[in-house]
């Protein structure tokens, strides 16, 4: 861990704005965790085919993965906030308008809402996490990341915890309005604060350093400049421009790939956990699934909350080293969790792998976020098609494996790979530091 470069322009102004947008980014996070649960019952159950549900999801990631190509490009020349604000206001129409449409349209109109809630996500993620650093200062962004994603795993929590007795209360149209208004919610704080989420000055300016390029200008408008113009546009120019940013920072290139493993083996844990469930108890199979998840989500909550408190305390970042410790830990636990323990190491098993999850995801934001701002959008654009290619490669991939293997088996492999990749990284790591040294 380093000390990171204080920030001259920045204000508590800013955090007091951020924790606002923390509020409505956890309500609107509070609808998306509802609406995987909501709208994937609802597909099986207005179509009664798991094949038709199966392709809802599927494209839903597909569309994940194809906005990430365009993403960086998007936030990299339009206002950030505008983009956020919009991306909440598409996905409660979309869910307003699926309720409104008679029955027999609502097939159809499914697949329209799986494009636009994929599409929505991953926008309001790379919009989101690119702006911190312009929001709160460089000198603040670890603290400010665990609050954000603080709120998210409460979200999480309350979204899952909710779904089963929403439904079965209000039904999926009362559920549908609900998660309309958590997205309507989001929009109108987000519009409301008086926040900056890119750097004003040139891009030769905001290249200097990870922590310059900061602006006092606030967002009421297109983000526009002299050099606005020149800055590149479409997706393959996007990842073209991540790509060669990139390559002159191949730590950089490396972390991102990493994340990308460590994603494709949560996929492992994710389709594994309800056949493990399964196995353990077939009379009661969500039981230990929700105990897993409930502790995970304690545990998460636990290593933001203690980031948060020691970002505060001593004014320091997280490098690319504690990321890489934090993945082959993660990584480890849910191995250990397949291995079905007594109880009580259970409940000590999932607790680490909240605690190295909620680390993990901290440590890597805050690590992306140092790059020069003019920048910063293409690489989270390309960030976030590395980590739903990487999920969604491992998704289909572990389906066909747990026909054939157990869930140990194929976790194991899967996650075993991302802590060799983990430890490989280190190693390389220190390596050069010797070299150098």
């Given amino acids: 861990m380093t000390v990171t ?38 597909a099986y159950s207005l179509t009664g085919s798991a094949t038709h549900t199966g392709l809802f ?60 809630t994929g599409a929505g996500a991953t926008l309001t993620s790379v919009a989101l996490r690119s702006s911190i650093p312009e929001i709160v200062g460089q000198d603040q962004r670890v603290r400010a990341n665990a609050l954000l994603a603080t709120g998210r795993s409460l979200a999480m929590v309350a979204g899952f915890a909710s779904a089963g007795v929403l439904i079965s209360t209000v039904g999926y149209t009362g559920a549908f309005l609900i998660d309309a208004g958590a997205f309507l919610f989001s929009a109108a704080v987000l519009a409301r ?48 421009t991540a790509l060669r940013y990139l390559r002159v920072t191949p730590v950089l290139l490396a972390l991102i790939s990493l994340r990308a493993a460590d994603a494709f083996g949560s996929a492992s844990h994710n389709v594994g956990l309800p056949v493990l469930s399964t196995m353990l108890d077939p009379q009661h199979p969500a039981a230990f699934m929700s105990q897993f998840w409930a502790t995970w989500a304690i545990g998460n909550i636990i290593a933001q909350r203690a980031v948060a408190r020691w ?45 190295a999850d909620g680390f993990t995801e901290i440590a890597y934001t805050t690590r992306l976020q140092a790059t020069p701002d003019d920048q ?22 572990c389906s066909f494996l747990l026909e054939q293997f157990s869930p140990l088996t194929v976790v194991t492999l899967f996650h075993g790979l991302a802590v060799l990749l983990a430890v490989a990284f280190l190693a390389t790591l220190w390596a050069r530091r010797r070299t150098t040294t």
Avoid at 25 to 40: E, F, P
Avoid at 90 to 116: E, R
Avoid at 311 to 334: H, K, Q, Y
């Fill in 5 to 42: 470069d204080q920030d001259p322009g920045r204000t508590s102004s800013g955090m007091r704005h951020f924790r606002f947008l923390v509020v409505g980014n956890a309500v609107s996070a509070y609808g998306t965790y509802l609406d995987m649960i909501a709208l994937s019952l609802f």
């Fill in 57 to 116: 999801l599927a494209l839903r990631l597909a569309t994940s993965v194809l906005t990430g190509f365009g993403a960086g490009s998007l936030v990299s020349r339009l206002d950030r906030k505008r983009i956020m604000v919009t991306s909440d206001i598409s996905q409660a129409v979309a869910l307003v308008v699926l309720v409104l449409a008679p029955t027999t349209a609502q097939a159809g109109l499914l697949y329209a809402v799986a494009v636009v």
């Fill in 193 to 240: 604060l008086p926040i900056t989420t890119r750097s004003r000055q040139p891009a030769a300016a905001a290249g200097s350093g990870p922590g310059s390029g900061r602006g006092a200008a606030t967002d009421t408008g297109p983000d526009s400049g002299p050099d606005e113009a020149r800055r590149p546009s479409g997706v393959l120019t996007a990842q073209l």
């Fill in 311 to 355: 970002a505060r305390r001593t004014g320091r970042t997280i490098n690319e080293r504690a990321f890489a410790a934090g993945a082959a830990l993660m990584s480890v636990a849910f191995i250990l969790t397949f291995t079905a323990p007594p109880l009580p190491l259970a409940i000590l098993v999932a607790t680490a792998a909240g605690i």
């Fill in 376 to 397: 910063r959008g293409y690489v989270f654009g390309f960030s976030a098609t590395a980590e739903n290619l990487g999920f969604g490669v491992g998704m289909v991939a």
